[in-house]
């Protein structure tokens, strides 16, 4: 089944300063892949999300990049804010029309810390 | 707005006792999923329904079983609880059965077993 491993687990960075994410998946007929950012005592939230049919999306400050060939995708965020401090989630699964759902396949999460 | 609500924010028990966790979605949605999010394990997959009456195991399915009698109900039970399964307990919905629509997560069950 599919893996997804997620790097690094703890991220710290200056206000300001851009973070980048990581996350690597098993299964290459994976073709759907979210980002969910969890703050400190809530629920996780998507924030955005890519299919394997484009290479990079952007969604002002964040932006999610995918290559297939290697089987990573990773998140960016630039100028960072004290609000971007929580743990984000990566996710993979397999979008199937008709057939049975993949399922999203988690990775282990950072924990992003943002210093004013 | 999509509402996933559960019942519980916090709940201690002891050792052996039958724990239900509920969860309720209030925007039609076909699917439904419980997690289980532990320090450095992630979010990992207990159950999930795609439909009334049908449940299918996830990633990590011993210890618990679901209920779901109706659509937008799915409830999670510990048949006997355990200390390992002190966690935090994440329900989720989604509109259909095809992969790629987006998951939406309640607020969490904080579960000490005691």
């Known amino acids: 089944g599919e893996n997804v491993e997620q790097h690094p687990s703890t991220l710290s960075v200056q206000e300001g300063d851009s973070a980048v994410i990581k996350c690597t998946y098993s299964?290459?007929?994976?073709?759907?892949f979210p980002w969910y950012k969890q703050e400190l005592g809530k629920r996780p939230q998507l924030i955005i999300d890519?299919?394997?049919?484009?290479g990079e999306k952007k969604d002002q400050r964040i932006a999610v990049t995918l290559n297939k060939t290697a089987k990573h995708f990773s998140l960016h965020i630039t100028e960072t804010q004290p609000e971007d401090s929580a743990v984000y989630f990566c996710?993979?699964?397999?979008?199937?029309?008709?057939?049975?759902?993949?399922?999203?396949?988690f990775g282990k999460g950072t924990k992003l810390s943002v210093k004013p | 707005d999509v509402k996933v609500t559960q019942s519980s924010r916090y709940l201690v028990k002891r050792t052996g006792e039958k724990v239900f966790l509920e969860c309720v979605q209030d925007?039609?949605?076909?699917?439904m999923f419980w997690y289980r999010q532990d320090p450095g394990l992630g979010l990992r997959l207990i159950y999930f329904?795609?439909?009334?009456?049908?449940?299918e195991k996830g990633d990590i399915p011993e210890g618990y079983s679901v209920s779901r009698e109706k659509k937008e109900r799915f409830s999670l039970i510990l048949e006997s609880a355990s200390t390992n399964q002190t966690s935090m307990y994440l329900c989720?919905?989604?509109?259909?059965?095809?992969?790629?629509?987006?998951?939406?997560f309640g607020e969490g069950s904080w579960l000490t077993v005691v």
């Open positions: 890519i299919r394997s049919n484009v």
């Open positions: 299964d290459s007929a994976s073709n759907y």
């Open positions: 329904s795609y439909d009334v009456k049908m449940k």
């Open positions: 996710a993979a699964s397999i979008m199937n029309y008709g057939g049975s759902q993949g399922n999203l396949i």
């Open positions: 925007m039609d949605h076909e699917n």
């Open positions: 989720a919905s989604s509109l259909g059965r095809f992969s790629g629509n987006t998951i939406y």
